[in-house]
């Protein structure tokens, strides 16, 4: 089969638009597509779906990369889109996303599964019509104390925090090249082990 007839991967992080939001934990998936872009020397422009939009080579391979435009709760309508607009079928829909249940710092992929009460996996598994995509599930940890977890996630990183996102960033860039390079399961043994041994 020729290249050109090989749809692409559509890799979409999660986040809210403006600068109010840029640096909140929420806003992890976003930050790390805009990271690479950067890496591409692609820019991200504004799509028709609702969301910015580039297309670039990820691990050798095709790939739209795409934050939606819209508020977290609303993601899933730019995915939908986008996934129509550029022929890409759910098995090749990666999603990057904060994960409250995860250790900061700590990477899962997973594939399908539950929301876990996350407003943006909520909206795009109701707009494409299955919960069965990619996810690159980015920990942030759970709100210290009693502090209520979507006040948590609407702030921004700590500064010890903000010095790991250094690491963190690349880490889940690679986590998603591994994805495209050799599939789930593949993927899974590599980087949940390096997990278990921080």
């Given at each position: 089969m020729?290249?050109?007839d090989t749809p692409p991967w559509l890799i979409v992080g999660l986040g809210n638009p403006g600068?109010?939001?840029?640096g909140n934990r929420h806003n992890v998936g976003a930050m790390v597509v805009q990271r690479?872009?950067?890496?591409a020397g692609?820019?991200?422009?504004?799509?028709?779906a609702g969301a910015s939009a580039a297309q670039v080579r990820l691990a050798g391979?095709?790939?739209?990369?795409?934050?939606p435009s819209s508020y977290m709760n609303e993601s899933g309508g730019a995915v939908a889109g986008l996934m129509r607009f550029f022929k890409v079928p759910l098995e090749r829909l990666i999603v990057i996303h904060d994960e409250l249940d995860i250790d900061?710092?700590?990477?899962?992929?997973?594939r399908g599964g539950g929301e876990g009460g996350h407003n943006g996996l909520r909206s795009i598994s109701k707009s494409v019509g299955s919960k069965d995509y990619l996810r690159v599930r980015v920990g942030i940890g759970?709100?210290?104390?009693?502090?209520?977890?979507?006040?948590?996630?609407?702030?921004?990183?700590?500064a010890t925090e903000r010095k790991e996102l250094d690491f963190l960033v690349p880490d889940?860039?690679?986590?998603?090249?591994?994805?495209?390079?050799?599939?789930?399961?593949?993927?899974?043994?590599?980087?949940?082990?390096?997990?278990?041994?921080?």
């Open positions: 020729p290249v050109s600068p109010k939001y840029a690479i872009a950067e890496d692609a820019s991200l422009r504004a799509h028709k391979e095709p790939a739209v990369i795409a934050i900061f710092a700590a990477l899962r992929l997973k759970r709100p210290p104390g009693r502090m209520d977890p979507a006040a948590y996630v609407l702030k921004d990183f700590n889940t860039i690679e986590a998603t090249e591994l994805l495209l390079q050799h599939g789930l399961t593949d993927a899974q043994n590599v980087v949940h082990a390096r997990g278990a041994a921080r």
